[in-house]
């Protein structure tokens, strides 16, 4: 408590470091203390910025997994002929792998039958 001139008692709470000379030193228990909390606020903020990081990997992820397989399956549908071409390239096989197979059987069935002509003469 410290008394004024005047009739009002002022209350003054102080604290030991408040004490010029004497309150300069921390004690050993005191710095532990401000060590360890600390560490808890520096662990609190790692959890919650692990946390962010985390949600957002997954949304770019998740965003980047759907696109690829939208563009997948766009070009599987273009091969197959189902999508029709875009910007003029024609990318479908079906086509030619049914000309080329067309043209191989003709030739079996062409050798095939040559064979057997040949074989009766």
């Not at 997994?65 to 997948?72: P, S």
């Not at 999508?83 to 096989?93: E, K, S, T």
């Not at 069935?109 to 003469?121: A, D, F, G, H, R």
């Amino acid at each position: 408590m410290v008394s004024s001139p005047t009739s009002k008692h002022i209350i003054i709470n102080m604290d030991k470091h408040d004490i010029p000379i004497l309150g300069n030193f921390y004690t050993k228990d005191e710095v532990d203390q401000m060590i360890a909390d600390a560490l808890a606020e520096a662990r609190a903020i790692d959890e919650a910025s692990m946390a962010k990081h985390n949600r957002e990997a997954t949304i770019i992820s998740m965003i980047l997994g759907f696109t690829c397989l939208a563009l997948f399956v766009d070009g599987l549908l273009r091969i197959l002929g189902i999508i029709p071409p875009f910007a003029g390239l024609d990318v479908n096989i079906l086509d030619d792998i049914a000309e080329k197979t067309k043209i191989i059987v003709e030739n079996d069935l062409s050798q095939s039958v040559l064979n057997k002509i040949n074989k009766q003469w």
